[in-house]
C-alpha cells in the first residue's frame, strides 16, 4: 500500500495530547483571571481609583483658626492674639539622599538655635501624628530669617515661613493663674474625647480657662486644597477650593480687672508665698482670684528652656505655676471658728446664749490648750469669743463633741473641705480629719497615735491636720452669710460670639442648701463684725476706720516646720454681705499684720473706700 508523506507522520501520543490540552486550559483559565480582575479594577473600582489618584496630585494645606479672647467682665482684652512668623519644613520636599537632607536639617537648626538632633526628634513626633503635615520648629522668627531663606531658596528646599496666630497678654501677668496657657496637643491628648476634630500640630488649652472652655476658644481650622505636580510642587493656578477657619468665640470672665490687680499688688507688697480670693456671697462669681508668686504666660508661647522649666515647675518653694487659691492647703487657725461655732449650735452643744467661763486653758488628756499669749477672758458668749477670738471657749466647744462626727459633718455641709467645682482644673480636694482618717493611718503605721480628744479640740481652732485652701473658705463663709446656699465658685461669665452675641451664660446652679438658723447665723456675724469693727476685737486696727461695715475673722495657724499662717476672711456689707475676700499668706505671722492688710486693699477697691487710722484699744494681735 501506498502513503502519501504527510500521512507518514508519526501520531502523537495520547499523553502529549493531554498534556497540550492542560497547558492551554490553564492558558484560558489565566486570560480569563486576568481578564474579569482588570474589568473589576476599571469598571468596578474606576471611581475609587481615579479619586486616589486625584488625590495624589492635590495637597490640603490646613489653615489654623484664631482663638477667641478672653475678657473681663467689663470687655476689658486679658488675651487676644498676634500673628507670628513660624518656620515650617515640608518633609515632602527635602533632599531625597539622606545625607542631603541631613545636612539641611541641621544647617536650619543653626539659624533657629536647635540642635540637628533636637530637629529631627521634633520632625519624628510630629509626623508620626501626621504624616503629610509641615513640621513647625520655631515660632516667632525675625523677618531677617525670611530674607535669608528667601535670598538662598535653592539652599533650602522644603523650609517655608508661615504666619500664624500667637496668644498675646496685654495685660501682662494679670490673672494669670485664672488664664492658663494654650499648647500644641500631644498623642496622649489626641485621645481624649474632648479633643475630636483637633490634629496633630493645632494649638490647645493646657490649664485654665484656657483649658476649661477650650471647645470655645479653638475655634474651626479652615483648609485650602491645591494641585500639585510629580514631585509635589504646587502648579501654576492650582487652588482648587478655600474653606476658610471659623475663628474661635470669646469668653467674658467674672474678674473685675481693678479689682484682681488690687488684690495681686497686695500679695506682691508683701513678697510673701500667698493667694486671695474675692467672689459674690450669691452666686458665686469670682471677682477675683490671684496667687503669689506669679508667672508671664508669654512665657509659654516660645519653647521653654531648661531653667524656665525648672523654675516654674521644680521650686518647691517659689513654685509660681501651684495657683495657691485653688491648689494651696493649709491649716486655718481661728478662721475655722464660725464652722465650729455652726456645728456646736446646730448640735446643741452649745446654747445661742449660753455663756462658756475661760480661766485661761483646758487640760484634755494631761495636756492643756490655752490662749495665745496665756491670757484668760473670763465668761463670754459667741459673739464676744468671735470678737476677741477666744481660743479656749472654741476647745471646750471642740471637746464637747468628742466621739461624734459634728465638726467634721458640718464643716462639709458649708461647703470646706471638699472641691468647689470651680471652673478651673486641678482644684484640691484639701482635708478635714476625721477619727476614721486618722485611725486608718495609724493602723498603717503612717501616724504615731490614732484619734484622740485633743485632735477634736485642735480642729475646732482650726489646727492639726486641717487642710483648706482661700476658695474653700470663701464658700464657707458665704454660706453662713448667704443663709445655707453651697454656691458653685466660677470664673466664667458668658460665651460671645465674634458679633459679640452671647452664646452661652454661665451660671452654674449651687451644689446644695443648707438649713441654716436665721439666728445662729446673725449671733455669728455679729462675733465677726464686733472683731473686725468694735474696740477689743481682733481686727480693728486694720477696720475700725473702714467706712463700710463689714464682718471678719483674723487666724494665726501653725505649720511647722514653717513659720506661722496668716489668714483673713471678711464679709461685707454688715449684715447682709454681698462679697467676701479670703487671704493667707505662707509664714506671714499674725492674721492681723498681713493678710488683714492685704484684705482691706481689696475691699477698699471694690467699694472704692479708703479706712482712716484708727489705734488697736487693746484688741488681740492674731
Do not use: C
Not at 363 to 389: C, E, H, K, W
Not at 438 to 453: E, F, I, M, Q, V
Amino acid at each position: 500500500m501506498y502513503l502519501r508523506s504527510d500521512d507518514r507522520r508519526p501520531q502523537m501520543s495520547s499523553g502529549f495530547a493531554l498534556r497540550v490540552t492542560l497547558i492551554g486550559g490553564l492558558g484560558v483559565v489565566l486570560f480569563a483571571v486576568l481578564f474579569f480582575r482588570l474589568w473589576y479594577l476599571q469598571v468596578l473600582s474606576g471611581d475609587k481609583y481615579l479619586a486616589e489618584a486625584n488625590n495624589n496630585r492635590t495637597r490640603e494645606i490646613r489653615v489654623s483658626a484664631p482663638r477667641g479672647e478672653v475678657l473681663d467682665r467689663n470687655g476689658k482684652v486679658l488675651v487676644g492674639n498676634r500673628t507670628s512668623l513660624a518656620l515650617q519644613v515640608n518633609p515632602q520636599k527635602l533632599p531625597a539622599k539622606q545625607g542631603e537632607r541631613r545636612a539641611e536639617l541641621a544647617r536650619l537648626g543653626k539659624l533657629v538655635n536647635m540642635s540637628l538632633r533636637r530637629v529631627r526628634r521634633t520632625m519624628h513626633e510630629e509626623l508620626k501624628l501626621a504624616p503629610s503635615s509641615p513640621v513647625t520648629l520655631r515660632k516667632d522668627v525675625p523677618s531677617t530669617l525670611v530674607y535669608y531663606l528667601q535670598e538662598n531658596e535653592a539652599s533650602f528646599p522644603g523650609a517655608e515661613v508661615q504666619q500664624v496666630f500667637v496668644r498675646r497678654y496685654p495685660q501682662g501677668t494679670l490673672a494669670a493663674h485664672i488664664l492658663g496657657n494654650v499648647g500644641e496637643i500631644n498623642a496622649d491628648q489626641l485621645k481624649e474625647p474632648r479633643n475630636r476634630g483637633v490634629q496633630s500640630g493645632d494649638q490647645i488649652g493646657q490649664d485654665g480657662v484656657e483649658y476649661e472652655y477650650d471647645r470655645y476658644l479653638r475655634g474651626r481650622a479652615g483648609a485650602t486644597r491645591i494641585q500639585v505636580d510629580s514631585m509635589g510642587r504646587p502648579t501654576p493656578n492650582g487652588q482648587l477650593s478655600v474653606k476658610e477657619p471659623v475663628p474661635g468665640d470669646n469668653l467674658r470672665l467674672t474678674i473685675d480687672s481693678s479689682l484682681q490687680a488690687a488684690g495681686e499688688g497686695a500679695l506682691a507688697a508683701r513678697g510673701l508665698p500667698g493667694a486671695f480670693v474675692a467672689m459674690n456671697v450669691h452666686t458665686g462669681a469670682v471677682l477675683g482670684l490671684g496667687s503669689y508668686p506669679t508667672f508671664d504666660p508669654s512665657i509659654f508661647t516660645k519653647p521653654l528652656t531648661q531653667s524656665q522649666v525648672n523654675a516654674l515647675y521644680r521650686d518647691p518653694v517659689a513654685a509660681p505655676i501651684t495657683d495657691r487659691a485653688t491648689q494651696g492647703l493649709y491649716p486655718t487657725g481661728s478662721t475655722f471658728k464660725p464652722f465650729t461655732a455652726m456645728a456646736a449650735l446646730n448640735g446643741g452643744f452649745l446654747g445661742l446664749d449660753e455663756p462658756i467661763t475661760d480661766n485661761g486653758g483646758l487640760t484634755v488628756g494631761g495636756i492643756t490648750f490655752q490662749n495665745a499669749g496665756g491670757g484668760a477672758y473670763g465668761t463670754l458668749t459667741l459673739p464676744s469669743a468671735l470678737q476677741v477670738s477666744d481660743d479656749v471657749f472654741f476647745y471646750t466647744l471642740g471637746y464637747r463633741m468628742s466621739g461624734t462626727t459634728q465638726q467634721q459633718r458640718w464643716a462639709h455641709k458649708l461647703g470646706v473641705g471638699e472641691a468647689t467645682g470651680i471652673d478651673l482644673p486641678s482644684e484640691s480636694s484639701g482635708l478635714i480629719p476625721t477619727p476614721k482618717w486618722r485611725d486608718r493611718l495609724y493602723k498603717k503605721g503612717l501616724t504615731d497615735r490614732p484619734w484622740s480628744a485633743g485632735d477634736n479640740v485642735n480642729l475646732a481652732v482650726g489646727q492639726g491636720d486641717v487642710q483648706l485652701d482661700p476658695l474653700q473658705m470663701a464658700v464657707g463663709y458665704s454660706t453662713i452669710a448667704n443663709g445655707g446656699t453651697v454656691v458653685t465658685p466660677h470664673v466664667g461669665k458668658e460665651v460671645d460670639d465674634t458679633a459679640g452675641r452671647v452664646v452661652q451664660e454661665i451660671s452654674p446652679a449651687p451644689k446644695r442648701h443648707v438649713k441654716v438658723n436665721p439666728a445662729f447665723r446673725s449671733a455669728i456675724l455679729e462675733g465677726l463684725h464686733a472683731a473686725a469693727q468694735s474696740p477689743g476685737g481682733t481686727s480693728y486696727s486694720v477696720f475700725g476706720g473702714f467706712p463700710v461695715p463689714v464682718a471678719g475673722k483674723t487666724g494665726t495657724a501653725e505649720r511647722p516646720p514653717y513659720a506661722d499662717q496668716s489668714w483673713y476672711v471678711v464679709l461685707a456689707p454688715y449684715p447682709n454681705p454681698r462679697i467676701v475676700v479670703a487671704v493667707t499668706f505662707e509664714q506671714g505671722g499674725f492674721g492681723v499684720d498681713s493678710a488683714a492688710p492685704a484684705a482691706l486693699t481689696i475691699l477698699s477697691e471694690y467699694f472704692k473706700k479708703q479706712a482712716t487710722a484708727v489705734g488697736s484699744a487693746g484688741g488681740r494681735v492674731e
